[in-house]
């Protein structure tokens, strides 16, 4: 952060009260919450200081707070809620089959689990694949796979990397408190720095103790920076060439092609992770790829590895994912959805340029940034390291709610289906009116 800005901190202070006083019945639930939830949490990136807004319904694409305020919902679930919030027919129709024909709970092997497999491997072009319960369980189960293949511990991952609750490296030397087997992993300083990367991956292999490497195509939570192909490329040639796994982290990107980002890319991962929208809108988690390294989890042969989880092939997510990637997420949908994201930001882009505000993303994710001097085509944490403007970002996120628009503080937009396109606009026209009020704050 740079030196406080004096008119900066007023307009924040500005648009803090106003949010306090339009918002009394998030405040007392909020409250309410603390005594049973601590800080009235329990999913850390929903607290916002003074308190989150507490949502107490969504239909379509959009959300109201206890408050009765009206959202367009532009964080989408940090992209779980591509579907939106009212079930398509085709998963509502699932979901009651789930619930009424099979049930809860059946404590055994299912068709259903079956087909679902099937679909993502034919669509992710994936030779086995398991389920799990959410992204950060198939990073785990994943990495842990890998070891078994390899016989090896060590993982490289990237400064800025998120790959779960436990799994997150939001900087060089800054691995979260609570990041499991931290001194297993070897962080890259810098994402998109192939010969970093390099250097990292073959010092790491050099003690013969190289498992694997995770990596997005996209970096979501460290700010929505796509990753070059070159570099993507670059970095499963490094990892193949001392024997590591490289392990594609789609929870996120997966959406961003028809066939995933990592089909898009030509990366040809060993491994893949999936999660978020896949379940239909429930709880959902999957890894797969190579027949080979996947057979370590095959329970027929001695010495597999066991991937327990009660859930990991529950009734409810068979059947919901199952519809939501057969008949609403199709390929032609992706491809058609992805090219409007595209669009959106393209647009954005051209609202902000000259000002502190920049955009980087791909397709249907947006990530947005303020810095001291509006740096463009963000490529890494680092690039903007020490220019961030929390404060700018901070009375951007109080206004756009303001104005009816729902994104996350941090600076995330993830589209879901169905948005229509006149409140996109709303949106960009919103976008423009803030740069313009706030221009002596703003312009670079
Ligand atoms: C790239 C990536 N991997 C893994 C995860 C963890 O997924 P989950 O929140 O379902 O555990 C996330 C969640 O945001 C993610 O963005």
């Known amino acids: 952060m740079t030196a406080p800005n004096t008119a900066a901190q007023r307009a924040l202070a500005a648009a803090e009260a106003r949010f306090i006083a339009n918002n009394p019945l998030s405040q007392k639930q909020h409250t309410l919450a603390a005594g049973s939830l601590p800080g009235g949490n329990t999913r850390s990136l929903l607290h916002t200081s003074p308190f989150p807004l507490t949502v107490n319904r969504g239909q379509g694409t959009h959300l109201w707070d206890e408050d009765g305020h009206r959202y367009l919902d532009l964080a989408g679930d940090l992209s779980a809620g591509l579907l939106g919030h009212t079930p398509h027919p085709a998963v509502r129709a ?30 992710f072009r994936l030779e086995r694949v398991r389920m799990a319960n959410s992204g950060t369980e198939a990073n785990l ?3 842990a796979g890998a070891r078994a293949f390899t016989g090896r511990r060590r993982v ?19 691995v979260r408190g609570n990041t499991v087997d931290v001194a297993e992993f070897v962080v890259v300083p810098r994402y998109n ?19 694997a490497v995770l990596i997005e195509a996209v970096q979501g939570a460290g700010g929505v920076i796509p990753g070059m192909e070159g570099f993507l490329r670059g970095v499963r040639e ?5 024997g590591a796994v490289f392990v594609l982290d789609e929870v996120m990107t997966s959406r961003l092609a028809p066939n995933g980002l990592g ?6 991962p060993d491994l893949v992770t999936l999660g978020k929208y896949l379940g239909g809108g429930l709880t959902f988690g999957a890894f797969g790829g190579r027949a080979d390294i996947m057979a370590v989890y095959d329970p027929r042969l001695a010495g597999s590895l066991a991937h327990s989880g009660t859930f990991n092939n529950n009734t409810l997510a068979m059947h919901t994912g199952y519809a939501a990637l057969s008949e609403v997420y199709t390929p032609e949908v992706s491809a058609v959805f992805n090219a409007k994201g595209d669009a959106l930001r393209e647009q954005l882009v051209v609202v902000a340029r000259g ?5 980087t993303g791909r397709g249907s994710l947006i990530g947005l940034h303020f810095t001291e001097d509006g740096t463009e085509q963000i490529q890494s944490g680092e690039h903007i390291k020490g220019k961030e403007r929390g404060d700018l970002r901070d009375l951007f996120w109080f ?8 994104i996350t503080r941090r600076g995330f937009i993830a589209l879901m289906l169905g948005t229509p396109d006149e409140e996109l606009d709303g949106f960009i026209q919103a976008v423009s009116k803030f740069l313009d009020r706030h221009s002596d704050l703003m312009t670079v």
């Open 238 to 242: 490094a990892a193949r060439a001392v």
């Open 193 to 211: 720095d192939l010969e970093g990367a390099k250097a990292v991956v073959q010092r790491a292999a050099a003690g013969g103790d190289l498992a």
């Open 355 to 359: 000002t502190r505000l920049s955009f």
């Open 94 to 123: 699932a979901l009651l089959t789930a619930l009424d024909a099979v049930g809860l709970n059946l404590g055994a092997t299912t068709v259903q689990e079956e087909r679902h497999a099937a679909l993502l491997c034919a669509r």
């Open 156 to 174: 490289v991952v990237f400064a800025g990397g998120y790959h779960g609750g436990v799994l997150s490296f939001p900087g060089v030397g800054e």
């Open 399 to 406: 206004e756009m709610l303001e104005a009816g628009f729902w």
């Open 141 to 143: 189960h994943a990495l």
């Open 263 to 268: 089909v898009e890319l030509g990366l040809e």
